[in-house]
């Protein structure tokens, strides 16, 4: 060892011990963080299942991938980072001796065949990845990049330290090359013997190069240990379990759709009929009252603003960001976390429970974090702003998005219920709702005995349950399918059809209730389940004695159709629930309808939230249209998964939207863009949206917005009416 070497090994060994320190007392810190969260016991279950997802997202990248290059960039450089750890571990060797190499597969040409290749990649990926960061940097995109919000140098940090580390593992291997000392033939790495022919032949360049690729690579670790809420960095760890351990390891898209988790106290569902305010849990008043993997997830965020990119609310000038509302939380999570570690926090009864001792020795900044409001406006000193909160939709595009499965709208849930069943604290109109659901059971306040309305003036009989008990289906008519006059055509165009093509079904009448679904994404548990247990007791019976396989019901609304079958398993419903575009698709592939007549025009579809990207419904609508129309439709350009928001969702359709331009405006004009004269839809709710939006726009004449339904039975019975144009909805 010469005297060089021992220069360098020195100053390896001294920064490594350094970084490693600092990292392990990072660790400890997140890790003690992460355990201020509830009890989550059910994310311990299906580890098979877990492992197996988290290893196939991983290493397939399957959620990245959809992103095209940047997909495939990213992989190559998430390989490298795993795969060329192990040329840094090569790199100690190479500081005690210039010809130094790893122990066994270090002199194997296959392993320097694979590097070789995974360096050059990993070069060109990262590249890739920092051109497209300066290409959408906030300030040249005027505030409105996905990147808006990130913490910029962090990410610029973080490549450059990647670059740096390939670059100078080439130059180990071109001096190692220069001095004849390089282990692997031309042929497997041509890369590196082309580095080593313009390099002089310095005995100790490699030691040297060694020594600055561990120095940059323990700068690395020294710096994200410094900040630990460094997602952009940390997410290469956190990824992993943050997936494994994601709420439903099965779904083939985020996991955090469909079902919302229950509302839960110390890790149990919370039963009502038992529960007390002030010794339970109602939602998230206070950061640590998310679970633990709520903490992870804010942990994990890599601020790369794919969520905030497909939001309807940031993209139509509202304050949500879903990347901004858990960074927000993230920073709040460690801010708070001295005061919390030293035994601070407020009882569910709004006391501290800390002594003075305990907090004497922490710092008025710690102190003053935790007496923010979650809630509150910035006046207020508020984390998380009304209007923010208020701004969802659950659409799920953010969670739908996320490479590294955050679930955000459980968490927005969360802090909605504790506002609405503690504190009372909602918009103003959403209330008219709540008092019409509790009293009327619907949210527009209509009559119970108007529920079957609909059915005058048909050429058949509905069939009711308990008046008939021959039937294949239930057709669970919902809210807007009885009461609201758009969503009626639809309802008697689904029994025609139904009707037409000799399915026996029949439906509950004025024993069906609104399905829970606008008090449960509001926030308002409590009449969500008091509605959900009514719903289950009737359909129970009206499936008495039969298996699951045969407890069939068909539904026109995805809310319902969504809340139905993957909802009201939780309170004992268990119901195999298809949409009506499922079952009409069906019809026709069976030959038990048949499209007669094309419509013409030119269709778009819009894929409604609650049935496209909540639960993977895209072709079943689209084969239907095809059936009718005969011919290719015209998609617009955020189509299927990436579908826009119509606005009506989380309970959105009975608010106002007072801040920034109209969400269902935007899709429309999305819509109208394509040139198509009929805009089809599968939801109610995205039927009255959308034509308001087009009425809006002055449009009503030239586009029209109609259910799926209403096109197949156009085409299957031409001689029907084509339908007036749209009436108002029923007043609440």
Not at 116 to 122: A, Q, R, S, W
Not at 249 to 277: C, H, I, N
Not at 354 to 366: I, R
Not at 614 to 641: C, K, Q, Y
Request: aromatic content about 8%.
């Amino acid at each position: 060892m010469g005297s060089v070497q021992i220069v360098t090994t020195i100053l390896a060994a001294g920064i490594t011990a350094v970084a490693v320190w600092l990292a392990v007392r990072a660790v400890m810190k997140m890790t003690a963080v992460i355990r201020l969260g509830q009890p989550a016991p059910e994310r311990f279950a299906d580890k098979g299942a877990r492992t197996k997802t988290m290893l196939v997202e991983t290493a397939g990248h399957t959620r990245m991938l959809k992103w095209g290059v940047v997909g495939a960039a990213h992989w190559f450089v998430m390989v490298g980072f795993i795969v060329l750890s192990l040329l840094v571990l090569e790199a100690y060797f190479e500081v005690v001796t210039p010809t130094g190499g790893l122990p066994i597969i270090g002199h194997w040409t296959i392993f320097g065949l694979a590097t070789e290749i995974i360096t050059v990649l990993g070069l060109v990926g990262i590249l890739v990845l920092m051109a497209i960061r300066l290409r959408n940097r906030p300030n040249r995109l005027g505030g409105r990049s996905r990147f808006t919000g990130s913490t910029m140098w962090q990410g610029y940090f973080v490549e450059w330290i990647v670059l740096l580390v390939l670059i100078f593992g080439l130059l180990i291997r071109g001096f190692k090359v220069a001095t004849d000392h390089f282990e692997y033939p031309f042929w497997a790495t041509p890369v590196s013997h082309a580095v080593g022919a313009v390099l002089p032949d310095w005995s100790d360049g490699a030691s040297v190069a060694a020594l600055i690729k561990i120095a940059i690579s323990m700068t690395w670790l020294i710096v994200i240990s410094l900040n630990v809420t460094m997602g952009v960095a940390w997410h290469r760890f956190l990824a992993f379990p943050n997936i494994f351990f994601k709420r439903e390891p099965t779904k083939p898209a985020g996991s955090g759709l469909g079902a919302l988790r229950p509302m839960t106290s110390q890790g149990k569902p919370l039963d009502f009929e038992e529960a007390d305010p002030e010794k339970d849990q109602f939602g998230v008043a206070h950061v640590e009252q998310f679970t633990w993997k709520g903490l992870l997830d804010f942990s994990t965020c890599t601020e790369c603003g794919r969520c905030q990119s497909q939001c309807p609310a940031w993209n139509t000038g509202k304050p949500l960001s879903p990347k901004l509302l858990v960074l927000s939380l993230r920073d709040h999570a460690y801010a708070k976390a001295p005061y919390l570690l030293a035994g601070g926090g407020k009882d569910l009864t709004g006391e501290e429970k800390a002594t003075q001792a305990q907090l004497a020795h922490l710092d008025v900044l710690s102190l003053a974090e935790g007496d923010k409001p979650l809630i509150g406006t910035a006046e207020e000193g508020g984390i998380i702003d009304p209007d923010v909160l208020w701004s969802c939709t659950t659409c799920g595009a953010c969670v739908e998005q996320c490479p590294v499965d955050i679930e955000h709208v459980d968490h927005i849930v969360d802090m909605r219920r504790y506002q609405v069943l503690i504190e009372s604290s909602f918009p103003s109109e959403a209330g008219v709702m709540l008092r019409n659901l509790e009293n009327k059971g619907n949210p527009w306040g209509a009559p119970q005995n108007t529920r079957e309305d609909w059915t005058k003036g048909l050429d058949f009989e509905v069939p009711r349950v308990g008046e008939v008990d021959d039937f294949e289906y239930l057709f669970w008519v919902g809210c807007a399918g009885a009461f609201e006059d758009r969503a009626k055509k639809t309802t008697r165009a689904v029994a025609t059809l139904l009707n037409e093509a000799g399915v026996k079904f029949a439906i509950l009448g004025e024993g069906e209730t609104c399905s829970g679904d606008p008090a449960r994404r509001i926030g308002n548990e409590f009449v969500f389940q008091m509605l959900a247990q009514q719903n289950v007791e009737t359909l129970n019976e009206a499936f008495e004695g039969r298996e699951k396989a045969k407890r069939k019901i068909v539904a026109t609304c995805p809310h319902c159709f969504n809340t139905l079958g993957n909802e009201y398993g939780q309170l004992g419903g268990e119901f195999e629930v298809v949409h009506h575009t499922q079952l009409l698709a069906h019809l026709v592939s069976t030959g038990k309808l048949t499209p007669v007549q094309p419509v013409d025009g030119g269709v778009t579809y819009h894929d409604p939230c609650y049935l496209g990207r909540h639960n993977r419904i895209f072709a079943a609508p689209r084969e239907v249209l095809g059936d009718a129309i005969e011919g290719e439709i015209t998609e617009m350009p955020r189509n299927s998964e990436r579908s826009f928001c119509c606005g009506a969702g989380g309970a959105r359709m009975w608010m106002e939207e007072k801040i920034g331009k109209r969400i269902n405006v935007d899709r429309v004009e999305e819509a109208m863009a394509t040139g198509a004269k009929t805009v089809a839809v599968g939801c109610p709710f995205c039927s009255t949206m959308l034509n308001d939006g087009v009425n809006g726009k002055g449009a009503g004449e030239q586009v029209e917005v109609i259910d799926v339904a209403s096109v197949l039975l156009r085409s299957v019975k031409p001689e029907q009416p084509r339908g007036d144009k749209e009436s108002a909805p029923v007043a609440g």
